[in-house]
């Protein structure tokens, strides 16, 4: 070890990697992220010491961290080599004042090096330029932390206190959380507004027919409401029926659209989403795996650069390799003549330095499709393409509008024409981007102003607005990053944690508050409104990224916001549990009792049981319920999940069972009914012997989680009832697919394997197409993203193949009968023939000596035997005295004497 260089990164499949670039006079050990955190508990930020902070080593990080030090025993230099962002330059630290207060180090110079891509050239080029810690990311690292802990270990207590069911609160969490419950507010309070629209069916001078839409009527342009019923959109039906139709104005223009810039990890989780259907969560563990290296012809390589960044910008190498490879692969017109350059329009922009892209712009995914999993593929897919195409040519388009008048109204047809492809030749922009392009039809047929047209047909159209959409994954993310508020590294864990508290729920990949989610929010816009506000939170971040830009002191962050957080926070405590109730009844009450055409829920309070007590909201031990104000001579109460809807309509307890109809098949009744298990859906009804005990059971079905009773009509209960259902027999097994809900949920079947259905997708309308995607992407056996065993080529010993794959217990070598798992710190893309050999042996020499061991296990049973039989017979001997002693003192009570009673009730006493 003596002379060596170690090198300290995060993860094992980079050390790897890394160790392989370097050589023999370097040692690469991974810490495997974060060495030390604040332990959970009071006082580990103190704001009474100028908040100094207590740290600790977890248990599992302590294996790590004596490993690197014992590797820096006589080493030359410490080389710290983690991710090239804020975090990673504070797990370095992290390792440093480690490994200093252990005196591992000493006098050993410490070094500091980033790389933005694992390759060897990156990797290389950086350790030829190392530098020192930057203090300054450090501290703004440190004041985020001690930040996020103030606000957690403060606030979290006074919910406990004051809002019973609670879990707990984050600085950043709970203004995502806002964001969720304030849309589900608006959508409760939208009122559908009824509008008409106008559409004809024309037919040009040679006979060609188009569509226009009506935008004039009596001189007047219309707006989106002026035909708002029935009576108006008749009217201007009319109108445009009457007279002869010509063409008024033709206008012709034509149109660029310029590529989008190269993926930042927020449009990266955005995209993924809309166009993949991968979650943030594992958008960003994908995208590691690709980061860290994927082992490609015996070579490991990282396939991306960096993925937690806000930066659009592109090396001037590598859009020189991507001008290159359009040239050479789409011709010469689809090179601009410059190189594109992006700016980062990000608020706040993080530490790292370039765009997501590929390393190498020539590594196309169809060759390297064979040395990834599907999903893998699929994000490399989508990063290189958009990685390629914002160095594209952009797209030419040509754009006509013609209007058509007649007598009373003008209508107007709009076409859209590619002339040049450009970068549409290989990346399309995602359906959410088209909508707001202004791009109508296709191409309309040749006409000049005066030509002559004829109105085949026309037709009103009867529309209603629609509430804001609910939050997807994707939009959320948008709308933070818009905001100023979270950051990259951070959107994905915002998201689970909002859901692993139970928050919120997804349902068909979009957000819905749960109620304790939105009892939270009162609780934290009405009593701390300043420290959960958008503008607030986004401008705390612009502090903190003050910090790192050395242009304000960590503490003086800290000390403004503890000074006024803190006396916040005894107002709270404060506060009364009458307080309380009263606010949050106040907000939600529109939410759980449903209110009339003037606003007020007064009727809906009504309780049902007693007739003139009030309903309203109280907290039990377990939560939030909803009591009547006559308690406690009236004793009802209703759980929030069935005092109300999602349109605020009013559920009423006693309702269950509600007949919803008859089945068109059975002519039995459908009905939703409430058990002690949830509700579910029954068709027809027990049938019962001449007793009346039930002679066979009526089908049933559970409701999914994410359905509302209220809200279960025929249609949807006799699908419901109608599952299992079979989707048909799989194109390579010929063997049936079915989809049906279970004990556990939702689930697809495949011959005898049960696969649990991924939370995307419906179980009432997923079709084969999609069950066999998911039936492959789960692997054989059924458990993650597990591939089918591959050969990794023969056993030296007797020249039989040896395999690798996944099963129940995780990934695997076999040589004939023999499994040997793969050690859970070995990524199992890297595992070599060599290597599988060594597990196999050491399994093969494990088995033969549990085999030897069994040979011995008769003799050691024979010399247990007679403790046995010795422990028996003292069993016996003391049953027996026990025996003997009840019966004497059975007999001793039977006496009429009164010491012969007192004498009973002794001896029992002794004998215990």
């Known amino acids: 070890m003596t002379g060596q260089n170690v090198v300290v990164v995060e993860s094992p499949a980079k050390a790897k990697t890394i160790n392989k670039y370097l050589g023999s006079d370097y040692t690469v050990l991974a810490s495997y992220g974060h060495v030390r955190d604040l332990p959970p508990k009071d006082g580990s930020v103190d704001p009474d010491r100028d908040f100094a902070m207590e740290w600790e080593v977890d248990g599992r990080a302590k294996k790590r961290i004596d490993d690197i030090a014992k590797a820096c025993k006589g080493a030359s230099t410490l080389i710290l080599a983690t991710d090239p962002d804020r975090e990673g330059e504070a797990i370095s630290w992290h390792i440093q004042e480690e490994l200093t207060r252990r005196k591992a180090i000493g006098a050993m110079p410490v070094q500091r090096v980033v790389f933005n891509e694992i390759t060897k050239n990156a990797v290389t080029t950086a350790m030829a330029h190392p530098r020192e810690l930057n203090q300054e990311l450090i501290e703004a690292y440190l004041a985020r932390r001690a930040l996020d802990y103030l606000v957690g270990f403060t606030l979290s207590p006074v919910l406990w206190r004051k809002l019973p069911g609670a879990k707990s609160a984050g600085r950043v969490q709970s203004v995502a959380l806002r964001l969720?419950?304030?849309?589900?507010?608006?959508?409760?309070?939208?009122?559908?507004?009824?509008?008409?629209?106008?559409?004809?069916?024309?037919?040009?001078?040679?006979?060609?027919?188009?569509?226009?839409?009506?935008?004039?009527?009596?001189?007047?342009?219309?707006?989106?409401?002026?035909?708002?019923?029935?009576?108006?959109?008749?009217?201007?039906?009319?109108?445009?029926?009457?007279?002869?139709?010509?063409?008024?104005?033709?206008?012709?223009k034509q149109v660029k659209r310029h590529p989008s810039p190269p993926f930042t990890t927020s449009t990266l989780q955005q995209e993924a989403s809309r166009k993949l259907y991968f979650g943030a969560t594992k958008t960003m563990t994908l995208a590691q795996k690709l980061y860290e290296g994927i082992t490609l012809g015996g070579e490991t390589v990282g396939l991306i650069t960096y993925m937690r960044t806000d930066s659009t910008v592109m090396s001037g190498e590598a859009i020189g390799a991507a001008r290159d490879m359009i040239h050479d692969v789409y011709g010469k017109d689809y090179v601009p003549s410059g190189p594109r350059q992006y700016r980062t329009?990000?608020?706040?922009?993080?530490?790292?330095?370039?765009?997501?892209?590929?390393?190498?712009?020539?590594?196309?995914?169809?060759?390297?499709?064979?040395?990834?999993?599907?999903?893998?593929?699929?994000?490399?897919?989508?990063?290189?393409?958009?990685?390629?195409?914002?160095?594209?040519?952009?797209a030419l388009l040509d754009q006509v509008a013609v209007d058509i008048a007649c007598p009373k109204a003008v209508l107007r047809a709009n076409g859209s024409v590619v002339r040049f492809d450009g970068f549409l030749t290989l990346y399309s922009e995602s359906v959410d981007d088209k909508e707001d392009d202004g791009e109508e039809g296709g191409r309309l047929p040749n006409m000049n102003e005066g030509d002559a047209t004829k109105l085949l047909n026309a037709e009103a159209s009867q529309h209603f607005t629609q509430p804001p959409p609910r939050f997807t994954e994707a939009s959320l993310v948008k709308r933070m990053e818009e905001l100023g508020i979270g950051r990259p590294s951070t959107y994905a864990s915002i998201l689970?944690?909002?859901?692993?508290?139970?928050?919120?729920?997804?349902?068909?990949?979009?957000?819905?508050?749960e109620d304790r989610g939105r009892l939270v929010t009162v609780f934290l816009s009405s009593f701390y409104d300043q420290y959960f506000d958008y503008g607030y939170t986004a401008d705390l971040e612009e502090k903190l990224d003050d910090v790192s830009g050395g242009r304000i002191d960590w503490k003086t962050v800290l000390r403004d916001f503890w000074k006024a957080f803190s006396g916040i926070t005894e107002k709270a405590l404060e506060l009364t549990g009458q307080e309380v109730r009263d606010k949050i009844d106040e907000v939600l009450g529109p939410h759980f009792f449903a209110a009339d055409e003037n606003g007020s829920t007064e009727a809906a309070r009504k309780c049902p049981s007693c007739g003139n007590g009030r309903l309203a909201l109280n907290f039990g031990r377990y939560g939030a319920f909803i009591t009547c104000s006559n308690y406690p001579d009236c004793r009802f109460t209703r759980n929030l999940d069935e005092a109300g809807s999602l349109n605020g309509a009013e559920l009423d307890a006693t309702?269950?069972?509600?007949?919803?109809?008859?089945?068109?098949?059975?002519?039995?009744?459908?009905?939703?009914?409430?058990?002690?298990?949830?509700?579910?859906?029954?068709?027809?009804?027990?049938?019962?012997?001449?007793?009346?005990?039930?002679?066979?059971?009526?089908?049933?079905?559970?409701?999914?989680?994410?359905?509302?009773?209220?809200?279960?009509?025929?249609e949807t209960a006799l699908r419901l009832l109608s599952l299992p259902r079979l989707l048909g027999d799989h194109p390579e097994s010929k063997l049936p697919v079915a989809a049906g809900i279970g004990r556990y949920g939702p689930y697809l079947k495949h011959g005898e394997t049960f696969l649990s259905l991924p939370a995307d997708d419906d179980v009432l309308t997923i079709g084969l197409n999609r069950a066999i995607v998911v039936l492959a992407e789960a692997g054989p056996k059924g458990k993650g993203r597990a591939s089918v065993a591959k050969e990794l080529g023969n056993h030296p010993s007797d020249g039989k193949p040896i395999t690798i794959g996944t099963g129940r217990f995780g990934p695997y070598v076999k040589h004939g009968k023999i499994?040997?798992?793969?050690?859970?710190?070995?990524?199992?893309?890297?595992?070599?023939?060599?290597?599988?050999?060594?597990?196999?042996?050491?399994?093969?020499?494990?088995?033969?000596?549990?085999?030897?061991?069994?040979?011995?296990?008769?003799?050691?049973?024979?010399?247990?035997?007679?403790?046995?039989?010795?422990?028996?017979?003292?069993?016996?001997?003391?049953?027996?005295?026990?025996?003997?002693?009840?019966?004497?003192?059975?007999?001793?009570?039977?006496?009429?004497?009164?010491?012969?009673?007192?004498?009973?009730?002794k001896k029992p006493a002794a004998a215990d």
């Open 496 to 513: 689970k944690v909002l859901q692993d508290r139970e928050y919120v729920r997804l349902d068909k990949r979009r957000f819905i508050p």
């Open 180 to 252: 969720i419950c304030e849309r589900e507010a608006e959508i409760e309070a939208f009122k559908a507004r009824e509008y008409w629209s106008i559409e004809a069916q024309m037919a040009a001078p040679d006979g060609t027919p188009f569509k226009a839409r009506l935008t004039h009527l009596n001189g007047k342009k219309l707006d989106k409401f002026d035909l708002g019923n029935d009576a108006a959109a008749q009217a201007a039906l009319a109108a445009v029926k009457t007279g002869d139709h010509a063409v008024a104005a033709v206008e012709r």
């Open 819 to 905: 499994y040997a798992s793969i050690p859970r710190a070995q990524d199992p893309n890297d595992v070599t023939l060599e290597q599988a050999v060594e597990l196999i042996a050491a399994k093969a020499a494990k088995k033969a000596a549990a085999k030897s061991g069994e040979a011995k296990a008769p003799v050691a049973k024979k010399a247990k035997s007679k403790k046995a039989v010795s422990k028996k017979a003292k069993s016996k001997k003391a049953a027996s005295k026990k025996a003997a002693s009840k019966k004497a003192a059975s007999k001793k009570a039977a006496s009429k004497k009164a010491g012969a009673k007192k004498s009973a009730a």
């Open 655 to 714: 309702e269950y069972p509600k007949l919803l109809g008859t089945d068109p098949e059975t002519g039995q009744d459908v009905s939703v009914r409430q058990g002690p298990y949830g509700y579910y859906v029954q068709l027809g009804e027990a049938e019962k012997d001449a007793k009346g005990k039930a002679k066979s059971k009526p089908k049933r079905a559970s409701l999914l989680k994410s359905m509302e009773p209220a809200s279960i009509d025929l």
């Open 345 to 394: 329009k990000a608020k706040n922009a993080q530490e790292a330095h370039e765009c997501i892209r590929p390393t190498d712009m020539r590594r196309r995914p169809e060759q390297v499709a064979r040395y990834l999993e599907p999903d893998q593929l699929r994000l490399y897919d989508l990063i290189w393409k958009r990685a390629v195409a914002c160095q594209m040519e952009s």
